[in-house]
């Protein structure tokens, strides 16, 4: 899919955001340093920046996006700050106005990257590297390609940037969900960039689940940076229907349709998605898709057919768990939210507390089959849509 007809689907299908989308340029308007977009998972963060993206010549000056960084439970400072680099370097190279000095230093930066790269990839990330950087008439040599190094050659490209084209370089950091990765590494890798974000053209947008612009700012390096988040709610059900609605219509032959399914059926699978419209979507063109191997016969499907096809669909990533794993999400969807300190839980599971914990944070890192969270200070666990779909089935207790 070519990125102007990606453009043009997502202009012409999204629903409801239109205040969220003039706050976020209006943000970008005021010059905001560091931007979060909270909201739970599923609830279309990344769709709603995808969107911004493109519409960003409402922002004056049409700031240059960079693709999304992700931060992993694995992410340490030296994988994120190549990273950023490599993100703002491919942005750039498409930049058709940038002077013959700057392309020339832009390439001699991606050249050193490009070796540090394939030295982390060999395991030896702060292995020695020689390398010659010209900058001017002035050279630069470093034996080891530092952090320190990298924020140099970010800050560089930054004034580059400012100087050429006038334009600010905004990078979007998604995934900020605890589940996801570690926030307090997250926090400062974020906190890393302090410096960039206040003098060297660059804007952060950072993409999360909900309170990550207090988490993010709670540290000292990182709270004077932080701006304002856009909060955003799951789609009511009418917002959901009329999105359903512009993608059978876009996607149909001449404006005729029929609809696979009738209205029941996407009431109950909202009614089981939380708000997590992702998993909606994604259930919905999975039924289609098994429809279509059984010889789909073109009519509306009312939910008495529909459901056992879902709860078909959904059984086969259930049995795929290992068996403590089926154990706790059959418990919870017969007991309700429960913390794994529960005394109640831990004598039905026949587990400790760290036990339960273990198993609930693995499955949580899939908010579809186990969601998290914080209810005074202890954080509680209630099964996902996956789970919620079968629960008026006898599945979960085979």
């Not at 002077?99 to 990257?113: A, F, G, Q, W, Y």
């Not at 994604?282 to 073109?298: A, G």
Request: glycine share 6%; with cysteine; aromatic share 10%.
């Amino acid at each position: 899919m070519t990125m102007n007809y990606y453009r043009d689907i997502l202009f012409e299908l999204f629903v409801n955001r239109e205040v969220s989308l003039e706050e976020f340029y209006m943000s970008m308007k005021l010059n905001t340093s560091v931007f979060c977009i909270e909201g739970d998972n599923g609830v279309g963060k990344s769709s709603f920046f995808r969107r911004c993206a493109f519409g960003q010549e409402q922002v004056d000056g049409s700031n240059i996006i960079t693709n999304k960084i992700t931060i992993t439970k694995d992410t340490v400072e030296s994988s994120f700050l190549l990273m950023v680099l490599s993100a703002v370097i491919n942005v750039l190279k498409s930049v058709s106005n940038l002077s013959p000095e700057s392309k020339e230093e832009l390439s001699e930066i991606e050249n050193i990257v490009t070796i540090q790269r394939e030295q982390s990839t060999e395991g030896s990330l702060y292995g020695m590297i020689s390398h010659t950087r010209k900058t001017g008439k002035s050279e630069q040599h470093s034996h080891k390609y530092t952090n320190l190094n990298m924020l140099s050659e970010l800050a560089d490209i930054g004034d580059m940037c400012k100087a050429d084209v006038d334009k600010k370089i905004i990078l979007p950091i998604d995934d900020l969900e605890s589940e996801k990765c570690d926030l307090d590494q997250a926090i400062y890798l974020v906190g890393l960039l302090r410096d960039l974000i206040f003098t060297n053209n660059y804007v952060v947008i950072c993409i999360g689940e909900p309170g990550i612009r207090e988490k993010l700012s709670s540290s000292g390096r990182t709270r004077s940076i932080f701006g304002e988040s856009i909060i955003l709610n799951g789609l009511s059900f009418d917002d959901f229907k009329q999105a359903l609605e512009k993608r059978l219509k876009y996607f149909s032959n001449n404006g005729t349709y029929i609809s696979p399914f009738d209205d029941d059926v996407y009431k109950k699978v909202y009614e089981y998605s939380y708000g997590d419209i992702r998993w909606a979507f994604n259930s919905l063109n999975r039924m289609f898709e098994l429809l279509i191997r059984k010889n789909y016969i073109v009519r509306t499907y009312g939910i008495s057919h529909a459901l056992p096809i879902l709860q078909e669909i959904e059984y086969k990533a259930f049995t795929s768990l290992e068996s403590n794993e089926q154990k706790l999400l059959s418990v919870l969807s017969k007991l309700g939210s429960l913390s794994p300190s529960d005394k109640e839980l831990q004598d039905v599971m026949g587990l400790g507390r760290e036990a339960i914990q273990k198993l609930a944070q693995k499955l949580s890192e899939d908010s579809s089959l186990l969601r998290k969270k914080k209810v005074s200070r202890k954080f509680m666990y209630e099964v996902g849509p996956i789970i919620k779909s079968l629960e008026n089935s006898s599945l979960l207790n085979q």
